[in-house]
């Protein structure tokens, strides 16, 4: 069996550096530095000097998602993975690409198109960075047809707290050697390692994206449409509804004709106030539908997921404790997946923390769970930003105090799991 | 000493059993004669043998945890085990071992129509779930060839692949949520929490992600919720000839190139080609040096409209001859003729040994050049059968013991896999590291990275009795000779299996 290496040396044996960069080239003193500090290391190797170093580490991308679990305590040094920023190696006949974890999803996407191709990711933060999104484990409307970033990652590059420097799959589509550290990393909000690069699959991009619009849809309705689509052979990519709006927006990816023959399929199976956006429009929508789930400062963002549907319960139970709150619940919900997002907006954080508590006992109710990902200020004393430990937590603590036995990454982000 | 140990082995294997009686009744049925638990000694790497210590079969998942918690207490290590189709050696036994063989827990538990989701036990064979969500028009996508009697428990530890994957993705693409029976003896879902209310998501680290794939080190799964797939549809199937195996290989690059997603693209070389046509008569040009399989599926006039693209990509590239599947009983005789392959290899050769190993797509070519470089300097022939839309090699090395050419043949097989990571690939594209690869793992990851993989196998398994030898190099698998020489697994010989 391996033998697990002692955590103050390197894996060529090296006696672990302490933290140096340009910023503070004084950090190596024993003593802790005075006010947190900021490293952007451009290589792998920095990063992994950056990290070995005392006290706690809180990683950084653009900075799109610092909010999301709990609060991180007594950060000591903030490592930006701004300047590991590049494409290493695009391999477009392979469909492949190697970045490195600091590159904005929107600038990879840009790269990728000169060559016809992307990957199919759609989350709402299109300015965070690769790295950042896995870590996060954020998904768009697209994932019913392609999946999620978990999905799109073939091989990846971690940083892990003791400087250990480890991969795991490589440059192949189809590979089962091994574990895959990179799926660990999904969700794990900074808290096991940095996530220094990543090879991905990317997807021809497709020729045509085609949204049908279906307006004054009420729960039930929005329920028995998106299983007409579910049960269809049209394959939409997306299927969104909107509360209070009550839209239900579906869209098709494809070839010219075929998105269109599958948007005309959509139009004749389904019933109501139906419309196909023009592509201004829908360009229009799908951005607004982004901003919405992404909110702003001052706002509460709650994000639940439970088993595929529209739950009608959950539904009327959010707009009755918020009227009960005197605050306003914008739902967006990707009913074919079980994905919500809630943006809470007005009154005071005590309103907030109201909601959050009882709408978070009706989704527990019925298997699902409500993280926090924004919080007006003041909710973090009244509420927890996660609610019931899953089953598997003792596990999860298990693999965190095996990376991560001083609890240096992201000290609090779980709590109060652990 | 030696003595003692076995003595105190045989006392462990006695608590165990002694417990797991009294906890699970009668019900639970247990083979302790040596004939009994024979039959457990290997999966289908069949070089791989060794005789389990005691043999379970669980009549109910709620027995699987008393039975790892027994394992637990007395220090005994144990397999979980589904049909023994797995071709790295991944339920192969340990010595004085339990195995948790699942084969009963094999029902579907629901099938949701709607949410297309069905929940089912580790031992439902893979085509038994796509046979019941079939009434609903459904289908559960990854399908290995030996579908029609591995189970869906030995999927997810594998992370099982086959033709149709490289579109619809791996067995972790439609995994949700799997409940297991953990090695520290807790049961908890891995995924969403409620294994009947499966999500989508779930808050914390994906170890749902980590299980499916881990050979089984992780822990035993006793419920599964998988993704379904509704039935495309249309279909369009091709086979094209090539008069050499660089033609083809461009092919494929230039498909992929033109932004199509076939559902599949297999390709076999001459000799496989020769095979398989005298085997099964499925049509094939016996000249051909090279032939494509390539599959599109989806809605109506958009796979209409592809498949005429891959048609003419076909002719621009020296195809000699295009032949198009009219109807579904065609097209059924392609891939009959494909995956007959395996039966027909006997003609070729009374031994052979298969790899498993991927090069990125647009080194095809060239791996295809080295293996043949490679096969010429042993003097042995290899055949090639693969998956080339995903770069999934699966060479034949074709041999015969009784001239002493077994020795060479495991060389030039280790050879082939670890030219395949020297390409930029990987040791394994879909058959698992287990037992077979385990020693050439150094070859394609760092210490950093094996020790990284440990603690994570660690997290789940402290007490490193779950499976244990898998995956992971050891100086008492790597320092032995290598046993590798392929003897066919009992369900091969009767056909009800093929081997890739």
């Not at chain 1, 016809?116 to 759609?122: A, M, S, V």
């Not at chain 1, 390692?193 to 049908?212: I, Q, W």
């Not at chain 2, 791996?367 to 300097?377: P, V, Y």
Request: proline fraction near 6%.
């Amino acid at each position: 069996m391996v033998g697990a290496p002692s955590s103050a040396s390197t894996p060529d044996g090296k006696p672990a550096p302490n933290g140096t960069s340009p910023a503070d080239g004084a950090a190596a003193a024993s003593e802790p530095p005075a006010s947190p500090r900021s490293i952007t290391p451009t290589t792998v190797k920095d990063l992994r000097d950056a990290v070995s170093t005392v006290g706690a580490v809180l990683i950084r991308g653009t900075g799109t998602a610092t909010t999301w679990g709990a609060p991180v305590r007594d950060a000591r040094t903030t490592v930006s993975l701004a300047g590991m920023d590049r494409v290493l190696d695009h391999r477009p006949a392979d469909m492949t690409v190697h970045v490195q974890g600091g590159i904005r999803l929107d600038v990879l996407q840009a790269e990728l198109a000169e060559h016809g191709q992307w990957l199919p990711y759609d989350p709402a933060r299109s300015e965070a960075t690769i790295g950042g999104l896995l870590a996060t484990g954020d998904a768009g409307p697209r994932r019913l047809a392609y999946g999620s970033l978990r999905e799109l990652v073939i091989g990846a590059t971690m940083v892990f707290p003791d400087g250990a420097i480890a991969k795991s799959g490589g440059h192949v589509i189809k590979n089962v050697a091994g574990y895959d550290l990179a799926k660990l990393c999904h969700g794990s909000l900074g808290t096991l390692g940095v996530v220094a690069e990543l090879v991905l699959r990317v997807h021809p991009l497709p020729a045509t994206s085609r949204t049908v619009m279906v307006r004054d849809v009420d729960t039930a309705s929005a329920q028995r449409l998106t299983w007409a689509l579910t049960r269809s052979a049209i394959e939409p990519s997306a299927v969104e509804w909107c509360e209070p709006e009550q839209v239900l927006a579906v869209r098709f990816d494809g070839t010219a004709d075929g998105a269109a023959a599958r948007a005309a399929a959509a139009r004749s199976m389904l019933t109501g106030s139906l419309a196909e956006l023009d592509a201004g429009e829908a360009h229009s929508f799908w951005e607004s539908h982004a901003a919405r789930v992404v909110a702003e400062p001052g706002d509460t963002v709650m994000r639940a997921a439970t088993r595929p549907g529209i739950d009608p319960g959950l539904v009327g139970a959010l707009s009755a404790w918020a009227d009960r709150a005197g605050v306003k619940a914008l739902l967006t919900c990707s009913p074919a997946t079980g994905a919500y997002t809630v943006r809470v907006t007005g009154s005071d954080a005590k309103a907030h923390a109201e909601l959050v508590k009882n709408w978070r006992a009706s989704v527990e109710a019925v298997g699902g769970f409500v993280m926090l990902r924004r919080r007006r200020p003041g909710v973090d004393a009244m509420v927890e930003s996660w609610g019931r430990a899953p089953g598997s937590v003792e596990v999860m603590r298990r693999v965190k105090g095996n990376f991560d036995p001083e609890n240096r990454f992201a000290p609090g982000r779980f709590a109060p799991w652990f | 000493m030696e003595l003692q140990a076995a003595t105190d082995r045989r006392r462990a294997l006695e608590a165990v059993l002694r417990d797991v009686i009294a906890e699970c009744g009668p019900s639970l049925r247990v083979l302790s004669g040596q004939a009994e638990r024979r039959a457990y000694e290997t999966d289908a790497l069949t070089a791989h043998r060794v005789l389990p210590g005691l043999v379970l079969l669980p009549a109910d998942r709620s027995q699987v945890a008393p039975i790892v918690r027994a394992c637990l207490r007395h220090g005994v290590p144990y397999v979980a085990r589904g049909a023994g189709t797995g071709l790295s050696g991944g339920a192969l036994p340990a010595e004085s071992g339990v195995v948790i063989a699942l084969a009963k827990l094999n029902r579907i538990l629901d099938v949701d129509p709607d949410r297309l989701v069905a929940i089912v036990e580790p031992g439902a064979t893979n085509l038994s779930i796509s046979a019941v969500a079939g009434e609903f028009g459904l289908y559960y996508a990854p399908d290995p060839s030996s579908q029609v009697v591995c189970t869906i428990g030995g999927n997810v530890a594998e992370n099982s692949g086959g033709a149709h994957c490289l579109k619809y993705g791996f067995t972790s693409h439609h995994v949700l949520a799997v409940e297991t029976v953990l090695p520290d003896g807790t049961v908890a879902v891995l995924g969403s929490d409620d294994i009947e209310a499966p999500c989508y998501d779930a808050p914390g680290y994906d170890l749902r992600g980590v299980f499916v794939g881990a050979e089984g080190t992780c822990g035993v799964a006793t419920r599964i919720a998988v993704r379904l797939l509704r039935k495309p549809e249309a279909v369009r199937t091709l086979v094209a000839d090539f008069p050499d195996v660089p033609s083809a290989c461009e092919t494929v690059s230039a498909v992929i190139a033109a932004g199509i997603v076939p559902a599949a693209i297999e390709m076999m070389d001459n000799l496989a080609i020769r095979a398989c046509e005298d085997a099964v008569h499925a049509g094939y040009d016996r000249e051909a040096a090279a032939s494509l399989i390539i599959e599109l599926d989806g809605h109506g006039e958009e796979c209409a409209e592809l498949f005429d693209q891959v048609s003419a990509l076909c002719s621009e590239h020296a195809c000699t001859r295009l032949r198009i599947a009219a109807d579904e009983a065609e097209r059924a005789a392609i891939w009959a003729g494909r995956k007959a392959a395996f039966a027909a290899m006997g003609r070729l050769s009374p031994e052979f040994l298969l790899q498993d190993g991927v090069v990125p797509r647009t080194r095809l070519a060239e791996a295809l050049a080295g293996i043949a470089d490679l096969s010429a300097a042993a003097g042995l022939r290899v055949a090639n059968v693969f998956h080339a839309g995903d770069g999934n090699l699966h060479p034949l090395v074709l041999y015969r013991e009784a001239d002493g050419q077994g020795p060479a043949a495991e060389k030039l097989a280790a050879d082939i896999a670890e030219l395949c990571v020297a390409l930029g690939g990987s040791l394994s594209g879909e058959h698992g590291i287990g037992v077979d690869k385990a020693c050439s793992m150094p070859k394609m990851f760092s210490p950093a990275d094996l020790t990284a993989m440990d603690r994570l196998r660690a997290a789940f398994d402290p007490s490193g009795l779950c499976n244990p030898g898998k995956v992971f190099p050891t100086p008492a698998l790597c320092g032995e000779a290598r046993a590798g020489a392929y003897q066919p697994h009992p369900l091969e010989e009767t056909g009800k299996i093929q081997r890739w």
